[in-house]
């Protein structure tokens, strides 16, 4: 079905809360009979006649039949999220009641929502723009402050407002530049070139930021895929494990919390990091000898951190090799010794060396520039450090928790900088630039001016995109698709 060509003249009807047996379930309507519906099978007050934004207790009969005890909430549109008329009934969390109701409804007139439906129709109607919408399905996945952080300031409307006032500048622009069209040969120019340079200057900085936040954004949102590396029988389990340990006792603590989530995820510092899967890491046992093998190269390159582990049993000319390999690959990295319990001093001052060898000191060089883009602060220190704990003793856990968040250089966590999060949005942001930059070549170019009207058209249609001012039915029904029904 056609997403735009369809009329919200029904009335939609989902379950809201998860499936299941739960203590409440939610089931919600929009439309502009869901008052009405409503009203035909509840016994209590007469619906169609109450304030907006209250509340009535009463009971759901099929015919004489009593289906349940509930709460119905009533919004009228269009102070509603879908600025439809909405109605939320609470019912006992039975699914056979839920069903049941639900099943009443749709035979009374209502119809099945499709998933993301209801907030499809809160873009549609002006509720939302497109990227807040798609930042409500983000908020509902959000499973760490971080990600929580990224989709609430998109959905509160974060680089909604700034594309919106760029956009607004640059219709002046082709606006001026198409009239200079109509007068044909007169060679009029009411766009002035140079305010119209300035704007694109001013904008490709908005620009640049935006898509230079993408890195820290999607890292925010999807976590921060890290690799253990090391050779075999370091301790490269036990270290994951004391990880998530400390995890665990907090997530157990919350009542009825499945834990059936993956195992190697874990949040630190309010950030959730992805440790690459068990088989991945069983793999990296040999990364460093298999230094060409194309396959473990690349799971290695995924990651945002690579966690180097040794113990004391090896060779340091082996160490200073595989660090020399590691810093090679530009990505940052730490290098921790664990089994400190069986560290001798003698091997800690050998070690120690590794810390200022030359051939070391260009590898932290490499690391250091990537995060001082970011933070502007050097850590040379911090980078030529090696790490001791003890992971089966669970000792130097929690600085190494710190060493990997100062890696990932997140004091930035609680930025109030606008994030972007989302790969499309990324691309739009792109290809605006691109279309912006034509404009700019051409400037000075004694070319017509439709080619300049054609390419600040192209950087509107692309900025219009991620708020949805220029959509297709496609692009809908691809983000609308994986929202859960309901929402
Ligand atoms: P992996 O092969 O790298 O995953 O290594 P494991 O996590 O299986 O650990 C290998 C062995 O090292 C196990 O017997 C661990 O108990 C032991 N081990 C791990 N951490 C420490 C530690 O901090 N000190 C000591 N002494 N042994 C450890």
Do not use: W
Request: contains cysteine.
């Amino acid at each position: 079905m056609s997403v735009h060509s369809m009329q919200a003249s029904d009335t939609i009807i989902a379950l809201a809360t998860p499936s299941g047996i739960g203590a409440i379930g939610v089931i919600r309507l929009s439309g502009p009979d869901a008052i009405s519906l409503v009203n035909e099978v509840f016994h209590g007050k007469d619906l169609s006649v109450q304030h907006s934004h209250t509340i009535h207790f009463g009971t759901i009969r099929d015919g004489r039949h009593v289906l349940d005890e509930v709460l119905v909430s009533v919004f009228i549109g269009p102070k509603s999220y879908t600025r439809e008329n909405v109605v939320e009934i609470s019912t006992h969390g039975s699914p056979y009641i839920i069903e049941s109701i639900i099943k009443l409804l749709i035979r009374k007139g209502a119809r099945a929502a499709n998933p993301g439906e209801f907030t499809l129709r809160a873009f549609l109607n002006g509720q939302l723009d497109l990227s807040q919408a798609e930042a409500v399905a983000d908020l509902i996945a959000s499973n760490s402050q971080a990600s929580h952080q990224v989709a609430m300031q998109q959905m509160r409307g974060g680089f909604s407002s700034e594309l919106q006032h760029l956009r607004d500048q640059l219709i002046h622009f082709a606006s001026m530049i198409e009239l200079e069209l109509d007068f044909g040969e007169e060679d009029v120019e009411f766009a002035n070139r140079d305010d119209l340079k300035a704007l694109i200057y001013q904008i490709n900085r908005i620009l640049n930021k935006l898509i230079a936040s993408f890195e820290q954004g999607n890292v925010m949102k999807n976590g921060v895929p890290v690799v253990i590396a090391g050779k075999p029988n370091v301790g490269k389990s036990t270290l994951l494990n004391a990880l998530l340990n400390e995890e665990r006792a907090i997530v157990s603590e919350i009542a009825g919390t499945t834990r059936d989530t993956v195992e190697d995820e874990m949040v630190i510092g309010g950030l959730r990091f992805r440790f690459i899967d068990t088989a991945g890491i069983r793999e990296t046992e040999d990364i460093i000898e298999a230094k060409g093998v194309e396959r473990t190269h690349e799971k290695i390159k995924q990651a945002k951190l690579i966690i180097y582990l040794i113990d004391p049993a090896q060779d340091i000319a082996e160490i200073k090799e595989q660090i020399t390999y590691l810093g090679s690959l530009g990505i940052p990295f730490l290098t921790v010794m664990n089994k400190k319990d069986l560290v001798t001093s003698e091997f800690e001052n050998q070690l120690s060396v590794i810390s200022y060898h030359p051939i070391t000191s260009g590898l932290s060089e490499s690391s250091t520039e990537r995060s001082s883009e970011d933070s502007g602060n050097r850590q040379e220190t911090t980078d030529k450090r090696i790490i001791y704990i003890s992971a089966k003793n669970k000792t130097g856990i929690e600085e190494l928790k710190s060493e990997i968040l100062r890696k990932v250089n997140l004091h930035a966590i609680n930025t109030d900088d606008v994030l972007i999060s989302n790969i499309r949005h990324l691309e739009a942001l792109q290809k605006t630039q691109e279309s912006l930059n034509r404009v700019l070549e051409n400037i000075d170019n004694p070319v017509t001016s439709d080619f300049l009207a054609m390419d600040i058209k192209q950087a509107l249609y692309y900025l219009g995109e991620i708020t949805g001012q220029v959509t297709t039915d496609d692009l809908l029904e691809t983000i609308f698709s994986k929202f859960c029904i309901g929402k």
